[in-house]
């Protein structure tokens, strides 16, 4: 294991426990997403989910850098078979608790996303990337090529991140945008472009089917959970008023759809 891999598992390992990562398991949320497995993905970002598959049931579906787990289990609700793989185990062992909760027909799997050595070829029709999967990920020509490895023929592959224009900036809450590197400056810290994304996918052989940059819908996006449970009602209301809040003239998010 590479230094780097390293520190990627012994941080989620620790982030797994976190009050973070624990307000994201409680009792009302899991019973929201088993209800209304939408819940678990950006609304626009869903609607192209199922613009793409119309029916997840007896779909085989690839969740790489499963984190949370939050999109694993909604499409196990919505009746497809789900592999989780993820590099951190205690996030693994935290999801498969849920998971025997519900019942839901979801395959766990500890294993480095850039890799997916534990992943057969030609298995999967959906492997889907969520929020903050591409920090953590220092090869994507790698990555992009083992998703295409994993992919039935004609299977898709959909991102769903930061958009990568928020790198650059500061993204202080309420002020001017100020800018704190290059665009172009990628390393250390995996901030990819989007050329860097496209470029990874073009080159694993993917067709690039769609593009969709989204705004954020919510405060979580521009605070700290530390941050969030202080704010007033009028500031969670207002922090996505391009007026009020400058950056949020900027789009949050970047899906990217891809076929095999």
């Known amino acids: 294991m590479t230094d780097w891999l390293k520190q990627v598992k012994d941080s989620w390992n620790k982030t797994a426990d976190s009050a973070w990562y624990q307000s994201l398991r409680t009792d009302d949320i899991i019973e929201k997403l088993a209800k209304d497995p939408a819940s678990a993905f950006h609304p626009a970002v869903y609607d192209l989910i ?12 690839l969740l790489p850098s499963s984190g949370d787990n939050h999109a694993a289990f909604a499409f196990a609700v919505l009746g497809a078979n789900v592999t989780s793989a993820d590099i951190s185990e205690r996030q693994l062992e935290h999801a498969k608790e849920i998971a025997d909760k519900l019942n839901l027909n979801i395959h766990f799997v500890c294993d480095d996303t850039t890799q997916l050595s534990n992943i057969k070829d030609n298995s999967f029709d959906l ?44 993204c202080e809450v309420w002020n001017e945008p100020k800018i704190k590197k290059p665009y172009t400056e990628t390393m250390p810290h995996c901030h990819w472009r989007i ?66």
């Open 127 to 170: 492997v889907y990337t969520s929020n903050g999967t591409h920090t953590w990920i220092a090869d994507l020509s790698t990555m992009y090529k083992n998703i295409y490895r994993v992919l039935k023929s004609a299977g898709f592959s959909i991102m769903y991140d930061i958009h990568p224009f928020n790198r650059p900036f500061t």
């Open 50 to 61: 199922k613009e793409y598959i119309h029916d997840f049931r007896g779909k085989k579906v």
């Open 195 to 260: 050329q860097d994304l496209i470029n990874a996918m073009t080159e694993a052989e993917l067709s690039i089917k769609r593009m969709e940059e989204l705004q954020a819908l919510n405060a979580s996006f521009w605070f700290s959970y530390e941050e969030l449970v202080k704010q007033s009602s009028e500031n969670l209301e207002r922090v996505n008023n391009w007026e009020l809040n400058p950056m949020a003239a900027l789009p949050a998010w970047i899906t990217i759809i891809t076929q095999k």
